[in-house]
């Protein structure tokens, strides 16, 4: 292979554990607690005829098939790779994150839709059994989100699990307090107003989680990683004349990659030799970006025209 075709591999194709792995055994925990609170809750709304705590329910259904989804994930994404899936299957990760947006959008709209059936249609709640039961929710949703809010600022899927059990939790308040006021007033609109506050709660979060999501399956910059200033430092290095083909994108989270063809002077190439020039564009991206696996193709001037020729 000549020298124009070298290619530096500073790391290899992404391997080991992905970032949700780590957070393994808490998600089981939570999913056992989620579980356990909507049968609760569930009991709970049917006794109280209380729509707020069906809702809060129903909502708890789909977070434990987002969390089984999850731990599914990880279990398919920290396998190895092999010559057809190159990089592993680390992309299940964030077709676990959408199917839970896609999850979360659903139960949102009917927890809405729901909550204006109620409001044509009034029904007379429990307010005391709700704000029992709504209780024991809301303690629920706390434990969980402790054992979750370290692992969902590492990765997108357990951020999926997170922003559930968290909107679950909020559910949770807003059914005790429209309880609260049936007990204090007889106000039977509350339990509705409470259902549309907690599908309301549910989209924003989601929608921002879909974003991010789709950006990764789409390929887009890693999150925080200025391309613009990325070819500047790659064009700073000594004997650089040009950087093309830059790419960098995310496997999946706390998995970001890049690849470049580097043109170096041939001069510069040959006092230095390639492994150094390959070290160097290492540490310059190490020192700066959050970008760990790079691969570089370092071509003599000149070369761009002939592989552009070559490349159709």
């Known amino acids: 292979m000549g020298a124009g075709h070298d290619h530096g591999h500073a790391h290899g194709a992404p391997a080991g554990a992905t970032a949700t792995a780590a957070y393994r055994g808490r998600l089981r925990v939570a999913l056992a607690i989620t579980l356990t609170v909507m049968v609760v809750e569930i009991v709970g709304g049917v006794l109280a005829d209380s729509l707020a705590l069906v809702a809060d329910a129903a909502h708890m259904a789909t977070d434990a098939l987002g969390l089984g989804m999850a731990l599914l994930a990880i279990h398919f994404a920290n396998r190895p790779a092999s010559d057809r899936a190159t990089f592993g299957y680390a992309r299940a990760e964030i077709l676990a994150a959408l199917a839970n947006c896609l999850l979360l959008l659903g139960v949102g709209g009917y ?29 629920a949703n706390m434990v969980s989100l402790t054992l979750l809010v370290r692992g969902q600022r590492e990765s997108l899927n357990v951020r999926g699990a997170f922003l559930e059990v968290a909107a679950d939790a909020l559910g949770s308040l807003a059914v005790i307090v429209s309880a609260l006021i049936i007990l204090a007033t007889g106000w039977q609109a509350a339990d509705p107003i409470a259902s549309l506050v907690i599908g309301l709660m549910i989209v924003p979060r989601t929608w921002k989680l879909l974003r991010e999501t789709l950006d990764v399956l789409l390929e887009a910059a890693p999150k925080g990683v200025d391309m613009a200033e990325v070819r500047a430092h790659i064009l700073d290095l000594d004997g650089v004349e040009d950087v093309h083909d830059l790419h960098a994108w995310t496997i999946t989270s706390g998995m970001p990659v890049l690849s470049a063809h580097v043109v170096v002077r041939s001069d510069v190439l040959n006092a230095i030799g390639h492994e150094k020039m390959l070290h160097e564009l290492q540490g310059c991206l190490g020192d700066h970006f959050d970008v760990e696996h790079c691969t570089f193709q370092l071509e003599p001037s000149g070369h761009a025209e002939h592989e552009a020729r070559l490349c159709h």
Do not use: K
């Not at 839709?113 to 409001?119: M, P, S």
């Open 111 to 139: 927890v809405l839709y729901e909550a204006i059936q109620r409001f044509i249609t009034p029904a007379g709640t429990e307010g005391g059994l709700t704000v029992v039961f709504g209780a024991i929710g809301l303690v």
